[in-house]
């Protein structure tokens, strides 16, 4: 067999791990970590080979460190809810000791950085443009007392007690939601839907699910499998989640300092009094985070159009034209860069986690990127590291970055 030729997900997924052990000097059976889920997305990527450090020594290896982090991580609510490219939990531990005060993480996803944050007792913004993250960042650092968790329970059992009952799929859902769904799932998740009603935390569980028990191979690929779901098992699974739910959100219900979550463009953000900075930015081609969220779109009744719009590096400009949005990337780049550095009080720093891009065979340099508008903009480079990341989803090597500059003191 050819190579990519006729191959399944498990027997590609096998080739690439033999091939990158072999590109990575490993030997051969080294422990190349395999997917297990979405929500383990970071230790799909397993970092290995070389790494370049420069700069403050001890900083730089702080920085490696925290890229190399593949372990699965069950504390707080992380793991409740997948998201295309999060941050692992320990890298945004680390991270966080770089600087001190306030904590601002303009693209803030799933909001890893904010739940760390909130662990560390550390006051927080995150900001991002699309309306699912918001809505599961807000979630993941919701402080609830005992009372609002028994309310969770609660009406998750009534939705699931009602959706065990339902026949009727959703008669508004678009072509691409119905096929992702077998009939008597989109009946479960619709009678679901209509119960919750606009609760945040409630539908932040129906979020983590949708994708789950649709026929979608993943989060981040549209192709649509034909398993079959039992009866009933939708309705189980969304009552099983709000108590794992309610169960995590007890965990982080005394830590002391707020984390807060603004739908907002990072290259527009108007903000001051922010002592350390810590983002993980798109990559330039490697996602579209829209797109993907189309079935979440759907169910959870939000629209996303700005965030079709005015996402920033996304893989379908990339593919619609390399050179345009390369410079468009690169102006995006340095239109966040300004605004997150004009929210660094004297001395702060900012502390940027990114991975080269790569568009058909071509690679893209983040580091030299980030790096130059940093220092165009008045910041001082205190420290980098930059180490080798197989991604088996996209079947490459690639490199990822992270790097600390700090806005000079008065
Ligand atoms: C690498 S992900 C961040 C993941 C996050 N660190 C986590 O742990 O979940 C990049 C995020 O940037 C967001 N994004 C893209 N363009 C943006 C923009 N112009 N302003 C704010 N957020 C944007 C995407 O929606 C996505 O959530």
Redesign the pocket.
């Known amino acids: 067999m050819r190579p990519g030729v006729g191959e399944s997900r498990k027997q590609k997924a096998a080739r690439l791990e033999r091939e990158t052990a072999e590109l990575l000097g490993l030997a051969p059976g080294a422990p190349v970590q395999k997917a297990e889920s979405d929500d383990a997305k970071t230790s799909r990527a397993v970092r290995a080979g070389e790494g370049i450090l420069a700069g403050d020594k001890a900083l730089a290896r702080l920085l490696e460190t925290a890229l190399r982090h593949s372990e699965r991580v069950e504390r707080y609510t992380h793991g409740f809810h997948s998201?295309?490219?999060?941050?692992h939990p320990d890298a945004?531990r680390d991270l966080l000791t770089i600087g001190e005060g306030r904590v601002l993480?303009?693209?803030?996803?799933?909001?890893?950085?904010l739940v760390e944050a909130l662990a560390a007792g550390r006051e927080s913004l995150g900001?991002?443009?699309?309306a699912i993250?918001c809505l599961v960042?807000r979630a993941r650092t919701t402080r609830t007392d005992e009372a609002a968790r028994t309310h969770l329970r609660s009406v998750a059992r009534g939705a699931a007690e009602v959706a065990l009952r339902a026949q009727e799929p959703p008669s508004d859902a678009p072509p691409d939601v119905q096929r992702a769904y077998q009939p008597h799932v989109a009946a479960e998740l619709h009678a679901i839907r209509n119960f919750i009603g606009n609760d945040p935390l409630l539908k932040a569980v129906l979020s983590a699910i949708v994708v789950k028990v649709s026929r979608r191979t993943s989060d981040t690929h549209q192709a649509l499998n034909d398993e079959e779901r039992p009866e009933g098992t939708t309705a189980t699974l969304f009552h099983k989640k709000a108590r794992e739910f309610a169960r995590m959100l007890e965990t982080i219900e005394a830590f002391p300092a707020p984390a807060r979550v603004h739908r907002?463009?990072?290259?527009?953000v108007r903000l001051s009094g922010y002592g350390l900075v810590v983002?993980?930015?798109?990559?330039p081609g490697v996602?579209d985070?829209?797109p993907i969220q189309s079935l979440r779109r759907y169910w959870l009744g939000v629209d996303d159009s700005s965030?079709l719009r005015?996402?920033?590096?996304?893989r379908r400009e990339f593919r619609a034209g390399r050179a345009e949005a390369l410079t468009a990337w690169k102006s995006?780049t340095a239109r966040?860069l300004k605004a997150a550095s004009r929210a660094l009080d004297p001395g702060g720093r900012l502390c940027v986690?990114v991975g080269d891009g790569q568009v058909g065979s071509k690679r893209i340099d983040s580091w030299t990127v980030h790096d130059e508008a940093a220092r165009a903009l008045g910041l001082r480079w205190v420290a980098r590291a930059s180490v080798e990341r197989l991604d088996l989803g996209f079947g490459t090597v690639r490199w990822e970055h992270a790097g600390v500059w700090e806005k000079p003191g008065v």
Do not use: H, K, M
């Open positions: 998201y295309p490219a999060a941050l945004a993480d303009p693209f803030c996803g799933g909001g890893t950085v900001c991002d443009l699309g993250p960042a907002e463009d990072a290259r527009e983002t993980s930015p798109p990559y996602y985070y829209a965030t005015d996402e920033i590096g996304s995006d966040w986690i």
